[in-house]
Every structure is written in C-alpha cells, then in structure tokens.
C-alpha cells in the first residue's frame, strides 16, 4: 500500500536559515504529491503540491520537486521566518485525477527563533 | 475562499456516551467528505470517506457501527461516536474535496479534540 516517510522533528532554526524537510513515498502507479501546513490552532491548509514527476509545487517561498527516481518530495525553503513556524505534513494522493485518500506522514514541527 | 468549520472544537464526555462531530463547508459545495482520526505526535488515518447521497466507504479496520457518518447535504457531514470510550480519545479532522475551475483540492477543518472519561 501507498506509505510516506517524513522527517522526525522536531526543528528548530534561526530566521533566515535554509530550510529542507525530507519526504519520501512508496506508491503504485503515478500519485500527486502535497505539502500541508498547520498553523497552531488552525487546521491543515495546502502549501503547494505536484502532480506528475519533475514537477515543482511552489508557495510562500517554500518548494518541492516530484523526483519519480528517488521516489522523493523534499520541502525546501531558501528564508524561513519566524511566522513558518507550523507543523508540516507531507502526503500522497491517489494515482487517479485528484487526491482522493490522502496518506500522510507524520508531521514535522518547525520552529523558527528570532 | 475555501473554508471548513468543524463542531465543537472540543468535547468531553463520560464513557457510554455518543458524540456527534459537524463538519461544514462554508463557502463550496462538497459531494465528498473525510474523517481522519489523529493520535498525538502521529499522522492523520482516515477512517472514511463521506459521500453526499450514500452510505460511507470505511477504511479497513475501522468500525462502522462504531462511528456513524452522515452527509445530510452538500454542505454538512457529521461523525457520530457511539458508546464512547476512553480508547475513542483523539483529534478528530474532517476535509472536504472541491472540484472547481479544473481543480480538485482537500480542505481542512480546524479538528475536534474528543476527550472520553
């Protein structure tokens, strides 16, 4: 069955910092991929997402590449601040259009210090 | 805009009895809704997918007589927890699937916190 692996956290960087939040999937067929965010108190909300390999969902600075061969969707920021601080969900969708049953990692907190 | 409203946004409860969780989509239309069930510093399970019209589809393992779901409309699902008990204690998160303008996204609900003593 379909399974994400997430980077543990949690982590925690200075502002301005380079972010890189690893994220790799196990998958039949040709899925899409997300990144989700939750913001304390606040439910999950879509960052950015990919849909076929080699694609690359962008958002807020953040960013993340389909890699098929890697089988891989790493969420990068090149400055983080203070205000990212959130707990980030990588998932993965069904291979048919759209992204019924999503399968989720299990969520990295970042926290950003001033 | 795409919003989702959950309520309560926290119960508690004795053990024994039944709590109903409303899952709304405020501003869209939603044949399709999910339940997803959340343990602490855990990912988010699905437990089943709520369809506007029909009986909902269960994940494996999860009991349907134990956690009622109704669509009542295109706009409202809710999550029955019958006889509930303390192992039912979680952060209980709903979503709702637009497909609008050649998109197709999930939405978040914030999440009910369901304490059973």
């Known amino acids: 069955g379909n399974s994400v692996t997430q980077m543990e956290g949690p982590v925690t960087l200075s502002e301005e910092a380079f972010l890189t939040i690893n994220c790799t999937y196990t998958?039949?067929?040709?899925?899409?991929l997300f990144w989700y965010v939750q913001y304390p108190g606040e439910g999950l909300q879509l960052l950015l997402k990919?849909?076929?390999?080699?694609d690359k969902g962008s958002n807020k600075g953040f960013e993340a590449t389909y890699r098929k061969e890697t089988t891989s969707f790493h969420l990068e920021k090149g400055s983080v601040q203070v205000s990212d601080s959130a707990v980030y969900f990588c998932?993965?969708?069904?291979?048919?259009?759209?992204?019924?049953?999503?399968?989720f990692g299990t969520g990295t907190r970042l926290t950003i210090i001033p | 805009g795409a919003v989702v409203s959950q309520h309560p946004s926290r119960v508690i409860c004795k053990s024994g009895t039944s709590v109903k969780i409303e899952c709304r989509s405020l501003?869209?239309?939603?044949?399709?809704m999910f339940w997803y069930r959340q343990f602490p510093k855990q990912s988010l399970m699905l437990m089943a997918t709520?369809?506007?019209?029909?009986?909902?589809?269960?994940e494996q393992g999860v009991e349907k007589d134990k956690f009622l779901i109704n669509h009542a409309s295109l706009t409202l699902s809710t999550l029955t927890v019958t006889s509930a008990h303390p192992e039912d204690s979680s952060f209980y998160i709903c979503?709702?699937?637009?497909?609008?303008?050649?998109?197709?996204?999930?939405?978040f609900g914030p999440g009910t916190r369901l304490t059973v003593l």
């Open positions: 501003d869209f239309q939603a044949t399709t």
């Open positions: 998932a993965l969708g069904g291979s048919n259009f759209g992204n019924e049953k999503l399968t």
């Open positions: 990919a849909t076929k390999a080699d």
């Open positions: 998958a039949t067929g040709y899925p899409s």
């Open positions: 979503s709702a699937r637009k497909i609008a303008g050649g998109g197709d996204t999930q939405y």
């Open positions: 709520s369809n506007e019209g029909s009986k909902a589809t269960y």
